[in-house]
């Protein structure tokens, strides 16, 4: 059978960027708690005229720039931070790009796991068409109750990858444990805008769903623990990828210290302690965290584990592609995170309060951002978007 796997990824965040140590100090908490117990240092706060649309486009034009529109015949957009309840954010997307209407484009959602889900589903398409590339786009914003414990975990960002045969950055392996149990950990009613979360609960699901994702693995005949070269996690906050890889190691009679995890694990964490959690995108945020930072991986594996509260967790392996390096961008990934304008908390609390009308009523957005896409208005409950090709690609 032909290669199916990651063939391009690129990177997207939000405006703003809020600074953990004043949050800590407003919330009347030793800052150590959030830089060191949770290992976040900022979050990113979108600015008013940003969503899950202008992300994913922002982070998908990137590699639009680099491959032919016309090859692509699917567009999956993973969020739990959805804009509508019937109408998929892709379709947005598929529009703000310029991309064929011969395509289909559908929203998935579980959360953080649904990024994953986009992921399996898209190799599925190319394997019963090696000609079909598939834009799988995962994009979310996390935003807890104010004052919550969840409040320092909050971030946002976007992540594009493109789908296809004879991938030139990671093939996806053909084995994958698998875990779901109907749990109460964290979820979003219909009627709020942020989630109900129990979060030791939650906590403790995630470190279970990873033994269980690796039973389920070692049974289906995965790769030994020490055929991985490198680890990634899903991470709510830094310190979360620390508790689980801890756990997997433990389940493997391997001995753990700060400085063996700090080893394993360091480099998948450099973008998360900036942009938060990032819910469907932030085991890939990890994982271009990893490629950016560590070295040369060419031929080698990377264990990914993904998990989404509810709960549904994956583990599945990565082979990079020798010469990988070349396709990535790192640069551009790194000034995306450091170009982010740094936002008093007064500021961050204005922009909490502000909201879109839900009566229909018309809103025209003031500029607030500067990405390559912007939410322009709202009227007759609809969101309208505009490229602006003025401002940063
Ligand atoms: P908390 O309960 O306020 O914090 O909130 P804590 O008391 O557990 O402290 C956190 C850590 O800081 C602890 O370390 C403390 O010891 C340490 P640990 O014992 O866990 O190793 N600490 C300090 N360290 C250094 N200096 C200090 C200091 N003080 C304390 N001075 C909680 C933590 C995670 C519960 C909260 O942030 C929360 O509710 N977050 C939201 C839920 C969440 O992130 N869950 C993670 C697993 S579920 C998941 O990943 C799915 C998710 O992404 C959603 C989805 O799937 O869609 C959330």
Redesign the pocket.
């Given at each position: 059978m032909f290669p199916i796997g990651i063939h391009d990824i690129a990177l997207a965040t939000g405006h703003y960027a809020l600074d953990l140590e004043e949050l800590a100090e407003r919330h009347g908490v030793?800052p150590?708690?959030y830089t060191?117990?949770?290992g976040q240092s900022t979050q990113t706060v979108p600015a008013t005229d940003e969503d899950i649309v202008t992300m994913a486009a922002a982070a998908a034009k990137q590699i639009m720039a680099e491959h032919d529109a016309g090859d692509i015949r699917t567009v999956l957009l993973a969020t739990?931070t959805g804009i509508d309840q019937s109408k998929a954010a892709a379709i947005y997307v598929q529009d703000l790009l310029g991309l064929p209407s011969s395509t289909r484009a559908v929203e998935l959602k579980q959360?953080?796991?649904g990024g994953t889900s986009a992921l399996h589903f898209a190799a599925g398409l190319v394997h019963r068409d090696p000609g079909h590339k598939v834009l799988v786009l995962a994009s979310d914003i996390a935003k807890?109750d104010l004052g919550s414990?969840?409040e320092?975990?909050q971030g946002a960002a976007a992540v594009a990858m493109l789908v296809s045969a004879d991938p030139a950055v990671a093939v996806l392996e053909p084995v994958s444990g698998l875990y779901t149990a109907n749990v109460q950990?964290?979820w979003r009613p219909n009627y709020r805008s942020t989630p109900m979360?129990d979060?030791?609960l939650?906590?403790s699901l995630?470190l279970e769903a990873v033994e269980q994702v690796w039973k389920d693995y070692e049974a289906r005949g995965g790769r030994a623990i020490q055929d991985f070269a490198a680890f990634c996690y899903?991470q709510?906050?830094t310190?979360?990828a620390y508790k689980a890889h801890a756990r997997l190691l433990e389940v493997h009679g391997i001995d753990t210290d700060n400085a063996r995890l700090d080893a394993d694990l360091a480099a998948t964490t450099v973008y998360n302690r900036l942009v938060g959690?990032s819910?469907t995108a932030?085991l890939y945020v990890g994982l271009m965290s990893l490629l950016d930072h560590a070295e040369d991986l060419s031929g080698r594996s990377v264990g990914m584990l993904s998990?989404?509260?509810g709960c549904v967790a994956e583990f599945f392996g990565l082979s990079m592609v020798p010469g990988y390096r070349r396709r990535l961008r790192t640069s551009a990934n790194q000034s995306a995170i450091a170009r982010r304008e740094p936002i008093s908390y007064e500021r961050y609390r204005e922009i909490r309060e502000f909201e879109l009308p839900e009566d229909g009523s018309p809103k025209v957005l003031a500029v607030d951002g500067a990405g390559p896409f912007r939410l322009r208005a709202v009227a007759e409950h609809s969101r309208m978007y505009e490229a602006c090709h003025l401002i940063q690609a």
């Amino acid at each position: 059978m032909f290669p199916i796997g990651i063939h391009d990824i690129a990177l997207a965040t939000g405006h703003y960027a809020l600074d953990l140590e004043e949050l800590a100090e407003r919330h009347g908490v030793d800052p150590g708690k959030y830089t060191v117990g949770l290992g976040q240092s900022t979050q990113t706060v979108p600015a008013t005229d940003e969503d899950i649309v202008t992300m994913a486009a922002a982070a998908a034009k990137q590699i639009m720039a680099e491959h032919d529109a016309g090859d692509i015949r699917t567009v999956l957009l993973a969020t739990e931070t959805g804009i509508d309840q019937s109408k998929a954010a892709a379709i947005y997307v598929q529009d703000l790009l310029g991309l064929p209407s011969s395509t289909r484009a559908v929203e998935l959602k579980q959360a953080c796991y649904g990024g994953t889900s986009a992921l399996h589903f898209a190799a599925g398409l190319v394997h019963r068409d090696p000609g079909h590339k598939v834009l799988v786009l995962a994009s979310d914003i996390a935003k807890y109750d104010l004052g919550s414990a969840g409040e320092a975990t909050q971030g946002a960002a976007a992540v594009a990858m493109l789908v296809s045969a004879d991938p030139a950055v990671a093939v996806l392996e053909p084995v994958s444990g698998l875990y779901t149990a109907n749990v109460q950990d964290f979820w979003r009613p219909n009627y709020r805008s942020t989630p109900m979360v129990d979060g030791k609960l939650s906590v403790s699901l995630y470190l279970e769903a990873v033994e269980q994702v690796w039973k389920d693995y070692e049974a289906r005949g995965g790769r030994a623990i020490q055929d991985f070269a490198a680890f990634c996690y899903h991470q709510p906050f830094t310190r979360m990828a620390y508790k689980a890889h801890a756990r997997l190691l433990e389940v493997h009679g391997i001995d753990t210290d700060n400085a063996r995890l700090d080893a394993d694990l360091a480099a998948t964490t450099v973008y998360n302690r900036l942009v938060g959690n990032s819910y469907t995108a932030s085991l890939y945020v990890g994982l271009m965290s990893l490629l950016d930072h560590a070295e040369d991986l060419s031929g080698r594996s990377v264990g990914m584990l993904s998990y989404g509260s509810g709960c549904v967790a994956e583990f599945f392996g990565l082979s990079m592609v020798p010469g990988y390096r070349r396709r990535l961008r790192t640069s551009a990934n790194q000034s995306a995170i450091a170009r982010r304008e740094p936002i008093s908390y007064e500021r961050y609390r204005e922009i909490r309060e502000f909201e879109l009308p839900e009566d229909g009523s018309p809103k025209v957005l003031a500029v607030d951002g500067a990405g390559p896409f912007r939410l322009r208005a709202v009227a007759e409950h609809s969101r309208m978007y505009e490229a602006c090709h003025l401002i940063q690609a």
